[in-house]
């Protein structure tokens, strides 16, 4: 399926949105607020035109309003348009009360963005595997369809859930971490640790150097459900502190083995290749070479470095069609695999 859809916002998300469309045949229109940003949304290829007016939705089969959380809640309660609406903000029981009013709308969240914001690292790339859930809370089926062939044009996975369902999710895997890295950051300044900090801890803490201006909207408008995940947290924070108090050496570990079971299971939808790498000069050139010659489908890639530099482990996530190709392409060019 393609159409043609009105981009409201074209920052990072809203971009990367237009190029993926664009690229599976969809004509694609776009509007900012900042023209300069609309400006280079289209030197990028993202749209097909830019529009004036936002609210001129002739030709428009869908509309993507992809700016910050306020302004989509602002947006959609003023919005009257026939054509079917979608979103992709990260909170979605505010969004879905106030699209009450449209005979057409499907909340949507792309699981997937970056750390930065604006059009200019936008890639059709981004969402690619992402899960994308669909609020299915009032929607038509047919609605429901269309936003789910846009979803997959993008080659991202479509979920359907209730909005109240998302919120409750994505505070205890999106909201929580993004607090926990910040305190977790916060807590190593207090003795002056971080100059020590490897590969574990800056895994953990990736999130906290995300841009930071759209979280208190964010964590704001699911407050009842991010406060409900912390108060979790600190539970089980409270019974890790007793056993170790407590030298409870055996409940210690299965406590933390039932961890490592769960996470364990979140790498399930991929296969993961694990590269040592040594200090020296080219390594990466040579990953990006086998890359190249296994035409590898990757999904994700983390490097843990060295607890105090020289090399590391590159763990590239990859479909599993692709990991036997790239496992070959590795090894010829002279890597020792981590299995």
Do not use: C, Y
């Not at 910040?182 to 990736?206: C, E, P, Q």
């Amino acid at each position: 399926m393609s159409g043609t859809v009105l981009i409201s916002g074209t920052g990072l998300v809203g971009t990367s949105i237009g190029l993926g469309l664009r690229a599976a045949g969809w004509e694609v229109r776009g509007w900012d607020p900042d023209p300069a940003v609309a400006a280079e949304s289209l030197r990028r290829g993202a749209l097909d035109r830019l529009i004036d007016d936002p609210r001129d939705h002739t030709g428009v089969d869908v509309v993507v309003l992809a700016g910050p959380l306020s302004a989509i809640v602002e947006t959609v309660s003023a919005l009257r348009t026939d054509a079917l609406v979608t979103d992709v903000a990260g909170v979605k029981t505010p969004v879905v009360e106030a699209a009450s009013h449209l005979p057409h709308f499907v909340g949507g969240h792309p699981m997937a963005g970056g750390a930065t914001s604006g059009p200019d690292l936008a890639s059709a790339h981004v969402f690619h595997g992402a899960a994308w859930v669909l609020a299915s809370d009032g929607a038509e089926e047919a609605d429901l369809e269309t936003v789910e062939s846009l979803v997959r044009a993008l080659r991202a996975n479509p979920i359907r859930m209730t909005a109240a369902e998302h919120d409750a999710a994505v505070a205890r895997v999106s909201h929580l971490p993004h607090l926990l890295a910040g305190a977790l950051v916060r807590v190593a300044s207090h003795v002056d640790a971080t100059g020590l900090a490897g590969g574990g801890f800056r895994d953990l803490t990736r999130v906290a150097g995300a841009d930071t201006s759209w979280w208190p909207d964010v964590l704001g408008a699911n407050r009842v459900e991010v406060t409900a995940a912390i108060d979790e947290l600190i539970a089980e924070l409270e019974m890790m502190r007793s056993l170790v108090d407590g030298h409870d050496r055996d409940a210690l570990a299965q406590t933390l083995d039932e961890a490592r079971s769960i996470r364990s299971s979140l790498a399930e939808h991929h296969a993961q290749v694990r590269v040592v790498l040594i200090d020296r000069p080219g390594e990466l050139a040579r990953i990006g070479h086998a890359l190249e010659a296994s035409q590898a489908d990757v999904r994700d890639i983390q490097l843990r470095h060295g607890e105090h530099g020289g090399g590391g482990v590159l763990t590239i996530s990859v479909a599993h069609r692709s990991r036997a190709a790239l496992r070959a392409a590795l090894e010829s060019e002279g890597f020792t695999l981590d299995d």
